[in-house]
């Protein structure tokens, strides 16, 4: 049943299930096929749960079958979990060794996790590394311990360096990029507007075209006027307050017709070309 619920699980739910199966072996079956399962369960939970579940394994190991198989699971961890696990497993790897009376184990073990433990800021492992040496070690394995630390710190700061010399170049190139867009952006603004004056221009023109129509028109009309009123004054055809009135509304509400036209094809063009800035800026800020 185990082995059907295991097939389909996801790696999320996985480590319970693991763990309930392997207990179930211990009771009422074998050990070794105990091992096997917590074995399997260090390559199919989350990676974030592969520390844990290592420690588990290793504890049991240590309880069924003793040093030997435990040192063998150490080393599989070691060269299985990611860095930032690896450094404190070295340090539990080599606390046992010391236990076992395995200086020079341990201190080879102490040596590899050093690569992964940078002096400003694990302080606490090379803490443990000094006092290891202190009480075990002698003058000599102390001065190759300040040797590794050394080492390791030169070659943690040529990579906060060379991060650094990174970042500052990546920041640069997005400053630069940011002032390129935005002097793109002014530009594609600035034709914008030419582009709307030069599609509101013939309409402005016409629509003074026609103002200065109906200023000849009614500038006709008025000399006509006179000429009348020099032949006869008696027969003199003025038009009432409220024709004229008629006659100014009607060419104001050309002329507003005519500009509310102009409005609507500026808006239009306007939109549309908004629109293509927007996909423009989408596309070269991708």
Request: aromatic share 8%; with cysteine.
């Amino acid at each position: 049943m185990f082995e059907q619920v295991l097939e389909t699980v996801p790696p999320a739910s996985a480590k319970m299930i693991y763990i309930m199966y392997a207990d179930l072996e211990e009771r009422y079956g074998l050990a070794r096929k105990a091992m096997n399962i917590y074995e399997r369960a260090t390559k199919h939970v989350l990676t974030e749960e592969r520390a844990g579940m290592y420690l588990i394994y290793i504890a049991k190991a240590t309880e069924f079958f003793g040093i030997s198989k435990t040192r063998e699971v150490f080393e599989q961890a070691i060269g299985t979990l990611p860095d930032k696990d690896v450094k404190d497993l070295c340090v539990r790897y080599a606390k046992m060794e010391t236990t076992l009376g395995e200086i020079d184990r341990a201190r080879a073990i102490y040596t590899h996790a050093s690569q992964y433990s940078d002096p400003r800021v694990d302080t606490a492992f090379w803490k443990g590394w000094s006092n290891f040496e202190l009480k075990h070690g002698s003058k000599d394995t102390f001065a190759d311990m300040l040797r590794v630390k050394r080492s390791v710190q030169q070659k943690y700061n040529t990579q906060v360096n060379f991060m650094s010399a990174e970042m500052l170049a990546a920041s640069k190139k997005a400053d630069t990029d940011e002032r390129g867009i935005k002097r793109r952006e002014d530009d594609y603004m600035a034709m914008l507007e030419r582009e709307a004056r030069a599609i509101a221009q013939p309409i402005i023109e016409e629509i003074n075209k026609a103002r200065e129509a109906k200023r000849e028109s009614a500038a006709e009309n008025n000399g006509e006027t006179l000429a009348k009123m020099g032949e006869n004054p008696e027969e003199i055809d003025l038009k009432e307050e409220g024709e004229e009135e008629e006659d100014v509304e009607e060419v104001e509400g050309s002329n507003l017709v005519c500009q509310r036209e102009c409005l609507v094809i500026w808006v239009r063009k306007v939109l549309r070309r908004e629109r293509q800035r927007v996909q423009i800026s989408e596309l070269l800020k991708g």
